[in-house]
């Protein structure tokens, strides 16, 4: 494994070390190969609860130490996924630095199933934004702590489908805590990113009679959207503005911010994008002043962990969707719990995430 000073940061050992001084990570691991092209970062969270389990992401990052801040964060909201979703698992996550469509290859992915292997189980891998199944057929040639594999491997093949499904449970469920029914027959919905999990999620709601609105910057998941599912494009800069019922992030994160949220017309948002707000406490606290109902991130989308996870101890599809389903019960709770604290809804989750952690705690230490 590289030293700190490989990744060519721009900062000295100590001021990466120093900017770790307030989170709680057990362990960040730079990974670098020469001959592959391999920058990567793992970054892992907590595992009382059980080993890490998160996917690996490849993006061409402006700067790497956004690649440590991105690893960081989405490791974090691992931990919390996993304990408010009931799994036995950790969290963790992984980034590589690179263009997938073009820095991509067999060697490079390889070469970091080998960091994997290394860790000795502490880190499951699966994919993620810039990653496939066959990119985990790779990493798998490596070590056996990944997940995520296609179907005929004895894998759950994509998890997508589950995600959309999870997310579509928690927008019925806030329009439960909303309106007293969670039919979303009529409602207006705007969903920012047709990715795989958008698109899905695109098809639930067309089935159900809503109105929906999309975006992307693939003008291709556009046309499928309008040509399928009746939905209308709209640019992305338009889409905050829109005066919908329900507003479902679902492409990258940090879109809530002050700017977004004062122009925001929507009484749920509900989405399946991670980190969705900029700043925890800030924002979660504005949009609970403004009345709007937020659906945490980390609850609403996780359906994808469970089913790598459900792949992880002898995949059964059935038993991934049927616990999925439960994020409607855990949503509603959020809701109650914010209420009862007089909190927001993410710091509620955050509770009952930690509360599960401490308990545990009592049970087992670290993995």
């Not at 469920?173 to 007293?180: D, E, P």
């Amino acid at each position: 494994m590289a030293d700190v000073q490989t990744l060519n940061t721009h900062s000295t050992t100590f001021e990466i070390f120093a900017g770790l001084e307030n989170t709680d990570h057990e362990q960040i691991v730079f990974c670098q190969d020469n001959a592959t092209g391999l920058k990567a970062i793992i970054a892992v969270h907590n595992t009382v609860l059980g080993p890490g389990l998160g996917g690996t992401r490849m993006w061409m990052y402006a700067h790497e130490k956004d690649a440590i801040r991105d690893a960081m964060r989405l490791s974090r909201g691992m931990t919390y996924k996993a304990s408010v979703a009931g799994l036995n698992l950790g969290g963790a996550k992984a980034v590589i630095i690179g263009d997938p469509r073009t820095q991509k290859s067999e060697p490079l992915m390889r070469k970091f199933g080998r960091f994997v292997e290394n860790l000795s189980g502490k880190y499951i891998t699966a994919e993620d934004v810039g990653t496939t199944t066959r990119d985990m057929e790779y990493v798998k040639m490596e070590t056996d702590h990944v997940v995520g594999l296609p179907e005929i491997m004895g894998g759950g093949g994509d998890p997508s489908p589950v995600t959309a499904y999870g997310t579509y449970m928690g927008i019925k469920a806030s329009a439960n805590a909303a309106w007293g029914n969670d039919s979303l027959n009529g409602k207006s919905i705007a969903v920012m990113g047709i990715g795989k999990v958008g698109m899905h999620l695109v098809e639930y709601l067309h089935k159900e009679g809503a109105q929906i609105y999309v975006s992307d910057i693939n003008d291709s998941a556009l046309k499928e959207a309008a040509n399928n599912f009746n939905a209308i494009p709209v640019s992305g800069e338009d889409m905050v503005d829109l005066n919908v019922d329900i507003f479902a992030p679902c492409a990258l994160g940090g879109i809530l911010n002050s700017d977004t949220i004062e122009r925001l017309k929507c009484q749920i948002i509900a989405g399946a994008a991670n980190n969705q707000l900029e700043d925890e406490l800030v924002h979660g606290n504005l949009l609970r002043s403004k009345g709007i109902y937020y659906a945490p991130d980390f609850v609403i989308n996780a359906g994808g962990l469970i089913n790598v996870y459900s792949e992880y101890t002898g995949y059964i599809r059935e038993k991934a969707f049927a616990q999925t389903e439960n994020i409607y019960n855990t949503i509603l709770n959020i809701y109650k719990t914010s209420a009862d604290e007089n909190i927001n809804t993410q710091m509620a989750a955050i509770a009952v995430a930690e509360k599960r952690i401490q308990d545990m705690m009592r049970v087992h230490s670290t993995y």
